[in-house]
């Protein structure tokens, strides 16, 4: 079952949870209790999809096997451009997990490929048919991830709020190039914190629940349930590919290094220590927006700071929403806490967590941060020295395991994630490794393609000639009347 964090008695199973995205008292459902019941050696040697179906089978509990089958058949095929779907790449230092094979190339795709079967079949189980309005934010990925996967999914309907600046040129263009009946795209004036704010407001929001009729409200962000999971596989499938590369013997402590945001990806592999994955640390890397960092070091959580744009979008947020879902589960599932924490969050702008709860924390996390400048080094040197590609948040994450090595002296394997294809961040990525500053993006793209020889996503270079459909954009103040009017005219379909 599925637990709310702020109110542990708002108890659903996991379709539920799915369908609802956000519990209705603001809260994130999480898992009750989890117990150690994968062991990885039973995986060593299976594919990708077939990993997918022990995670899976094990979390979502009330769907039937031949149900989680079907969706991972729908999901992980020749969309992804990879046959192994999320394969390991070897470098001097460590792996890298490359996560962006998939149709809108970054790892968002991992989840947002299959969250739209799941949700489907918890309609069918529940037989409705009311719509479901995905209601979504994004600092860049998750928006053209969640568009891809729902466009024209009957019973539902997208939209989808982003930074009007913030996000690069190439994701703000996937996005506004969307294709589909049901899809909407908006650009607000604000940062990413102002997004996701809107959409957890509008589940209580009156304006909005009087607007809904035959209408549900659900999100594709990372505090659905139908998110994390799915996230929880690519750390089993890779701790896999070691064993079986003959790196480690099974049951060897390895370390994650992963870049966070929203603190999504690295909570799904905390989930995977806990279902038996040997996780020594998840390292947590962060960039100039190091609240995160702070607080994994000090166990303050402070707001009193500024938000910074940085070369890695994705993860410029402030608020790491499933930060919510680690204390809960850290606290025993003490609701009341994390009410309290989430209070002083709002009014006082930060919170500190018990010393006890912090050591707690400390066993399985550490924390990196990476400057802008010790981004653009580590692409240009690892480029320069090993002729790999990596975006900016890769570089993020493979500095901060640089930091962690120094540091500890730790000898276990590293497996960074990368977590998107450089070509999303054409003008960057080639400015760190050439110094050229190109201002046209899709220029940018040809000449990173003329420096490194490495192949161009084809959804990434197509793009240039797609037209532009969503040009709307609003203040952060009108969100709840937007999404209420939103509402208003699905519910007369
Ligand atoms: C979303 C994203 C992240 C951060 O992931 P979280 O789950 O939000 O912590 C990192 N890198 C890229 C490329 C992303 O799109």
């Known amino acids: 079952m599925y637990i709310s964090s702020r109110n542990k008695s708002n108890k659903v199973k996991s379709h539920e949870a799915i369908i609802q995205g956000l519990a209705t008292d603001g809260g994130l459902f999480t898992p009750e209790s989890i117990k150690a019941c994968i062991n990885p050696a039973d995986l060593i040697g299976l594919s990708y999809q077939e990993i997918a179906e ?17 969706c991972i058949k729908n999901a992980y095929d020749d969309k992804f451009n990879h046959p192994e779907i999320v394969p ?7 792996y890298l997990m490359d996560l962006w094979y998939g149709p809108t190339s970054a790892f968002k795709d991992i989840a947002l490929t299959i969250l739209p079967h799941l949700l489907t079949k918890a309609y069918e ?45 190439i994701q703000k263009k996937q996005m506004q190039t969307s294709i589909g009946d049901n899809v909407e795209v908006i650009a607000v004036k604000g940062n990413f914190d102002d997004c996701q704010r809107m959409v957890k407001e509008a589940v209580s929001s009156k304006e909005v629940l009087d607007s809904l009729h035959n209408v549900t409200i659900s999100s594709a962000n990372s505090i659905n349930v139908g998110r994390l999971v799915p996230q929880i596989v690519y750390y089993f499938s890779s701790y896999s590919k070691l064993v079986e590369k003959n790196v480690i013997q099974c049951g060897d402590l390895i370390n994650f290094v992963v870049p966070t945001g929203n603190f999504g990806d690295i909570l799904a592999g905390y989930l995977a220590k806990l279902l038996g994955l040997p996780v020594n640390k998840l390292i947590c890397a962060s960039n100039a927006n190091n609240v ?59 919170y500190t967590i018990p010393a006890e709860m912090l050591s707690k924390l400390q066993e399985s996390f550490s924390a990196y941060w990476t400057s802008e400048e010790d981004c653009a080094d580590t692409i240009r040197k690892l480029f320069n020295e090993e002729h790999e590609l990596i975006d900016t948040h890769t570089a993020v994450a493979l500095a901060a395991m640089n930091a962690y090595k120094k540091d500890t002296g730790d000898t276990a394997p590293c497996i960074v994630l990368s977590t998107a294809s450089a070509y999303k961040f054409s003008h960057d990525v080639l400015q760190c490794i050439t110094d050229e500053d190109i201002p046209d993006d899709f220029e940018a793209m040809e000449q990173l393609h003329t420096v490194t020889g490495v192949e161009i996503p084809k959804n990434l270079s197509g793009l240039k000639d797609m037209p532009v459909r969503f040009t709307r954009s609003i203040e952060k103040e009108d969100g709840m009347h937007v999404i209420a009017q939103r509402m208003r005219e699905l519910g007369h379909d």
């Open 292 to 350: 995160l960092t702070d607080f994994i070091r000090t166990g303050t959580y402070s707001l009193k700071r500024e938000f910074k744009t940085t070369m890695s979008p994705s993860m410029d947020i402030l608020i790491s929403s499933n930060l919510e879902r680690l204390l809960f589960m850290l606290s025993g599932n003490d609701d009341a806490f994390v009410n309290e924490m989430m209070r002083k969050l709002k009014e006082e702008k930060e």
């Open 125 to 169: 189980k529940e037989n409705r048919n009311d719509i479901v309005s995905i209601l979504t934010a994004t600092s860049g990925d998750t928006g053209k991830a969640a568009l891809s996967g729902f466009a024209d999914v009957p019973h539902t309907a997208i939209t989808v709020f982003f930074p009007e600046i913030g996000v690069s040129p």
């Open 88 to 94: 390991l790449r070897q470098i001097k230092d460590g």
């Open 54 to 70: 022990k995670v899976l089978c094990t979390m979502l509990e009330d769907y039937g096997e031949e149900e989680i089958k079907d």
